[in-house]
């Protein structure tokens, strides 16, 4: 019998969680603040989706949750990268993220950026440790340094800051939201597909998946950020009008958002159907957007 997938989904989050606690460097380090705000960012409390989805990419192809867990780590440290980041007075000046103090505002924005600096390389350092072929660590490396960087989340970022104010059209709107979320999850899944040896089919399919539920994550973001709850996302509300931020409800309106990102979770779920192991990814889709129902 399978698990409830939300027991599942909470399993996996704690493995990743007692994981990362053991790949981030330990208090005893130096320097202390660094580490301190390294730990406070990567370990802040959270669903875990990102590493959740490697890993149930991995078992989905055959092979086991620990074979993937840390390349899931390592897709959790760019992600607390990102974020750290994004909060910076230099980009979206938030003060809240996961329901506390961002890492600037606890730590100072010197050792905010620097931290993020840390948990981005060493991301690259647990994949090339792994315990897997060699083959399979080059894989993961180029998989996860592309969707970082120019095609991927920080290219997103930059189009973002860039469109700020301005009218932005549709393709332009979907690239940000492909790049900036999308590519991370999307190479998130695919990580777990090589991982679990799944073939390039396996591999596509689960990557197709990604950058579906990729888009309907951030576009279920962008409702969030109009109509959410900040107590209840543990982000801060109302910000991205603030800023003039390009968002599908800015440009689509609330309805028509939501009816494209459960669409998208509908696109993304039909992708999964050769797959025996596939019940918490295709909840994992609906959850994208339950969020917003």
Known sequence: MHMNWQSEMSMLAGMVDSRLAELLPGTQELPHELVEAMRYSCLAPGKRIRPVLAIASCVACGGTKEAAIDAACAVEMVHAFSLIHDDLPAIDNDNLRRGRPTCHVAFGEAVAILAGDALFALAFEVLTEMDCTAEVRIKCVELLSKCSGIRGLVSGEAIDII???????????????????????????????????????????????????????????????????????????????????????????????????????????????????????????????DRIV
């Open 163 to 289: 469109s700020e104010g301005k009218p932005v059209s549709a393709p332009t709107l979907e690239l940000i939201h492909v790049r900036k979320t999308g590519a991370l999850i999307a190479a998130a899944c695919e990580m777990g597909a090589v991982l679990g040896g799944g073939d390039s089919g396996a591999q596509a399919k689960l990557r197709s998946y990604g950058e579906k539920i990729g888009l309907a994550f951030q576009i279920a973001d962008d409702v969030l950020n109009v109509e959410g709850d900040a107590e209840k996302t543990g982000k801060s509300v109302g910000s991205d009008a603030e800023r003039g931020k390009a968002t599908y409800v800015g440009l689509y309106g609330l309805e028509a958002s939501k009816a494209k990102a459960k669409s998208l979770a509908q696109d993304a779920i039909g992708l999964l159907i050769n797959f025996s192991e596939n019940e918490l990814l295709s909840e994992l889709a609906l959850f994208s957007v």
